[in-house]
């Protein structure tokens, strides 16, 4: 068996269904396996590498499970880098393989020839360059594991044109991938349920690894326990549905009286499965610095950034499930800070409190897709400064239902939502917003949609400029 055809059938039996790509000759033998093996593996063609690498990370983000992209030397490596770069801010598995020159050409700035590791090592999980045929075969399957292990990310795998070509002997891993849960000691846990059961205005900000209908449910049981308001991470709206109770808002770019309030007034603070990116964490100043609060994170390199009072390596939904076992229920009087905090929510994400410049009202846009849209319809935002009134006016529902990029990547809402279709595999209504610039970026990507049949819907928000540049063009210099 050609080792090109060996690496297709050890990512398939690993659990990959669906990879992009822009075909090129530097793995035929890919090319030709994926080809053979359409009723196994959904190969769908984009128009550009970055088009089909924020496809992969809108498909993950839906099933949280990786897609596999397929990119050529330089050029289409270079240009896959924007959605590699999404999905390693946004925690999201994903597998690309980089067909390079033959090896004995490596190192010596042959066509197209690129330094994998120095170009994509600050992005990713890891690198895998082989150094045999059979080890990329193996380095495959060990992509695919990495990439959901622990804190989930992208991995580039590395195949030489001339690897792909070789015969090679042995057997392939057979069996799919199972990823094992992380959970924190019981002298952690116990310490986090103490403080917990102590505090009297507890607060929960949770972030993209507490996304799932299993942490949802987990989540919304905690808070009931408790009577802790719920805060998402940036664009983590879905974490619970936006019209429970528990529910108090989104850490947007701009911040929000109520929500500074939430986090002075209260006594014990958990963060749950986020990262606490640059936006949710205001430059790292939302939490005060005499704060006593928790912080859980399946990586330990995310929990070493911060100071928290209590450090807990442990998944989200597997910490939940351990301490909702040890909690009682509070009485009805601990209920008060929570449901004032969701009617701040409420009367925030509301049109019609300000006045509006233009014929468009977008807080009206927002909202009224909301109304017309069943609760189960995946709606994505892709970079720009009229995403904050979706962010702001449009209340999500449903478990992964908000797709988009933490990193703001423009561009990334038609592709986006192509992959959200492949990953939904039904009915479910697909809806991406975009700017006028972020649209025509990657807009050449409805051409895809169109020979693939996947059916998405696209709103422009058509502006005319790039709206967040020339807000902070005026602020600054008037």
């Not at 068996?1 to 075909?23: H, Q, R, S, W, Y």
């Not at 770069?85 to 042959?110: C, K, N, T, W, Y």
């Amino acid at each position: 068996m050609e080792a090109g055809a060996a690496l297709v059938n050890t990512i398939i039996n690993a659990g990959i269904d669906t990879a992009f790509t822009v075909p090129g000759e530097s793995f035929l033998a890919v090319l030709e396996c994926l080809r053979s093996n359409q009723n196994r593996i959904r190969l769908v063609s984009v128009r550009q590498e970055g088009g089909g690498s924020l496809a992969a990370h809108g498909y993950a983000q839906v099933n949280r499970k990786p897609a596999a992209v397929f990119v050529s030397r330089g050029p289409g490596a270079t240009n896959a880098s924007i959605g590699i770069h999404a999905a390693h801010q946004d925690s999201i598995p994903m597998v690309m393989f980089l067909g390079q020159v033959r090896s004995h050409m490596r190192g010596r700035e042959s066509f197209q020839e690129i330094d994998p590791k120095t170009t994509f090592d600050s992005m990713t999980k890891a690198v895998l360059e082989p150094t045999t045929p059979e080890e990329m075969v193996k380095m495959a399957r060990q992509a695919v594991e990495l990439s959901q292990s622990g804190r989930p990310g992208p991995v580039v795998v590395v195949m030489p044109r001339d690897f792909g070509e070789a015969v090679i002997e042995g057997d392939i891993e057979s069996q799919p991938f199972v990823r094992e849960p992380i959970l924190t000691n019981s002298e952690n846990l116990e310490q986090f349920t103490l403080a917990l059961s102590n505090s009297a205005r507890p607060l929960i900000l949770a972030g993209e690894l507490a996304r799932g209908e299993t942490a949802r449910n987990l989540l919304i049981d905690l808070s009931n326990k408790i009577g802790a308001p719920v805060l998402s991470a940036y664009r983590c709206q879905d974490i619970i549905d936006n019209n429970h109770i528990a529910y108090a808002g989104h850490l947007e770019i701009n911040p929000v009286d109520y929500q500074n309030q939430l986090f002075e007034n209260s006594d014990f603070i958990i963060v749950l499965g986020s990262r606490l990116d640059g936006i949710t964490s205001r430059e790292e100043t939302l939490i005060p610095a005499e704060k006593k609060w928790a912080h859980i994170h399946p990586d330990s390199e995310i929990l070493e950034r911060f100071s928290a009072s209590i450090q807990l390596q442990s998944d989200a939904s597997v910490l939940l499930f351990e301490i909702l076992k040890q909690l009682k229920t509070r009485s009805d009087d601990n209920f008060l800070w929570r449901s004032k905090a969701h009617d701040n929510y409420i009367k925030f994400s509301t049109p019609g409190a300000y006045p509006v410049e233009g014929l468009v009202d977008l807080s009206v846009v927002a909202s009224t897709a909301r109304e017309l849209l069943p609760s189960d319809a995946i709606v994505l935002t892709d970079g720009g400064s009229y995403a904050r009134w979706v962010h702001r006016f449009f209340r999500y529902d449903a478990s992964l239902t908000q797709g988009g990029t933490a990193s703001g990547a423009m561009g990334a809402g038609v592709p986006g939502a192509i992959g959200a279709a492949l990953a939904s595999n039904d009915d479910r209504i697909i809806v991406a917003f975009a700017g006028d610039g972020g649209f025509m970026m990657n807009g050449q990507e409805l051409s895809t949609a169109v020979r693939e049949q996947i059916p998405i819907k696209i709103i422009v928000c058509d502006n005319n400029v790039h709206g967040s540049i020339l807000k902070g063009q005026i602020d600054k210099y008037g």
